[in-house]
């Protein structure tokens, strides 16, 4: 009797791992993942502006700033195709999954503030609203947002791959060429991973780059 209760709870905490630790590896149509990966890496590009780069440049317009907002330039902004911060917003759901589009649209769209309530970064832009009939006004850029991605990046999409499966996401890996501000280049190989949600293929990892300068890396590192 107690051997049988022992196989039985054996079995029973088999199972229970199983259902937690052997989660199957999704199955795929490679040609498909791999034209989902360029037409979503190619959207990403706009995104990684938007948010790490330059972004949208402002007018230097005193009367309509607020000492940390400028309006937005509007050649600027058309040529990133968008109109409002809510069209930020949706360029984002249609490429990135639902946690990776919270995480860009929380830290980069709202302004981060502390349990009391004191701001301790702000949005990089914000839409401004008419007082009259609340319509959208314009877009407001944050005028001392940081720019972390200065660096050229080209995408060689004819070595895109599928690298590895692990549960339903799907890692892709491709050469890139990054090319800093003083014209050296570097090979370097990018992964990234796509999950399949409700809408459809969403990447669920960055895609940017910056050149790795390694002899500065080493000296850091000494310090």
């Known amino acids: 009797m107690k051997n049988k209760l022992f196989l039985l709870t054996f079995i029973v905490i088999f199972a229970l791992f199983c259902t937690v630790g052997c989660e199957k590896d999704r199955e795929y149509d490679e040609a498909t993942v791999l034209a989902e990966a360029k037409e979503l890496i ?110 050229k990046v080209t995408y060689h999409y004819e070595t895109l791959a599928v690298t590895d499966v692990k549960g339903e996401e799907i890692f892709v890996t491709l050469d890139i060429t990054v090319t800093n501000e003083n014209g050296e280049s570097q090979v370097r190989k990018l992964t990234t991973s796509l999950i399949e949600e409700s809408s459809g293929f969403r990447i669920n990892q960055p895609t940017y780059a910056s050149y790795f300068d390694k002899d500065r890396y080493d000296e850091l590192q000494k310090n």
Do not use: H, W
């Not at 907002?69 to 809510?86: K, L």
């Open 42 to 151: 190619e959207k990403s590009i706009v995104l990684n502006e938007l948010y790490f780069g330059v972004g949208i440049s402002y007018e230097m317009n005193e009367s309509e700033a607020n000492g940390y907002y400028y309006p937005a330039d509007v050649y600027s902004q058309d040529s990133f195709g968008i109109e409002t911060v809510d069209d930020i917003k949706e360029l984002t759901r249609l490429c990135f999954t639902v946690d990776y589009s919270n995480q860009l649209i929380n830290t980069k769209l709202t302004a981060v503030t502390d349990e009391d309530g004191n701001i301790r970064g702000y949005a990089r832009y914000y839409q401004k609203y008419n007082a009259l009939d609340d319509t959208p006004e314009c877009i407001m850029v944050y005028k001392n947002a940081p720019v972390y991605l200065k660096d």
